[in-house]
């Protein structure tokens, strides 16, 4: 494929997270890099966080690799342990099954975005931390369950 040209990858805006959670996503897209070059094994996604804006719910996965490094701005990023200013060049990693609840807040006036790649499992659980809540991809099927397995019918 070559060089991709970012103003024709494809933009993701929302979230799949089911309401109330959904609507806490508001501010942030994705550019979905990996996809416009047509990447199969891993993913590759320019995150861009508004002021405010939060990149995710706290979350862990336990099958898949995510690498994180910001390429503009300045963004907090939140983990069990506590809080991280992070600025352009700055860099995190995220092994699999490590259950260390993460996720970025642009806390700054200004726009900040990073590049977050990360592998495909073709099937993987991701454990939202702070939230009773997974999210099960089995095969591509996303489906959110409580963390006990039980359907997600809402915050209990």
Same mark, same amino acid.
């Given at each position: 494929?070559?060089?991709?040209?970012?103003?024709?990858?494809?933009?993701?805006?929302?979230?799949?997270?089911?309401?109330?959670?959904?609507?806490?996503?508001?501010?942030?897209?994705?550019?979905?890099?990996g996809d416009a070059g047509g990447l199969t094994q891993f993913g590759a996604n320019l995150i861009i966080l508004q002021p405010g804006a939060l990149s995710s719910l706290?979350?862990?996965?336990?099958?898949?690799?995510?690498?994180? &490094? #910001?390429? +503009? =701005?300045?963004? %907090?990023?939140?983990?069990?342990?506590?809080? *991280?200013?992070?600025?352009?060049?700055?860099?995190?990693?995220?092994?699999?099954?490590?259950?260390?609840?993460?996720?970025?807040?642009?806390?700054?006036?200004?726009?900040?975005?990073?590049?977050?790649?990360?592998?495909?499992?073709?099937?993987?659980?991701?454990?939202?931390?702070?939230?009773?809540?997974? &999210? #099960?991809? +089995? =095969?591509?099927? %996303?489906?959110?369950?409580?963390?006990?397995? *039980?359907?997600?019918?809402?915050?209990?």
């Amino acid at each position: 494929m070559g060089v991709i040209d970012p103003k024709k990858a494809p933009l993701k805006t929302g979230s799949i997270y089911p309401e109330p959670y959904g609507a806490m996503m508001a501010g942030r897209s994705s550019l979905r890099l990996g996809d416009a070059g047509g990447l199969t094994q891993f993913g590759a996604n320019l995150i861009i966080l508004q002021p405010g804006a939060l990149s995710s719910l706290r979350h862990w996965h336990q099958a898949e690799d995510e690498f994180v &490094m #910001v390429t +503009e =701005g300045e963004c %907090v990023l939140v983990q069990d342990a506590g809080e *991280t200013v992070m600025r352009a060049g700055d860099c995190a990693a995220f092994p699999a099954g490590v259950a260390d609840g993460h996720h970025f807040i642009n806390r700054s006036d200004a726009e900040a975005r990073f590049l977050v790649v990360g592998s495909r499992a073709p099937n993987e659980v991701a454990t939202y931390s702070d939230i009773d809540m997974k &999210m #099960v991809n +089995e =095969g591509g099927k %996303v489906r959110f369950t409580h963390k006990d397995g *039980t359907p997600w019918e809402g915050p209990r």
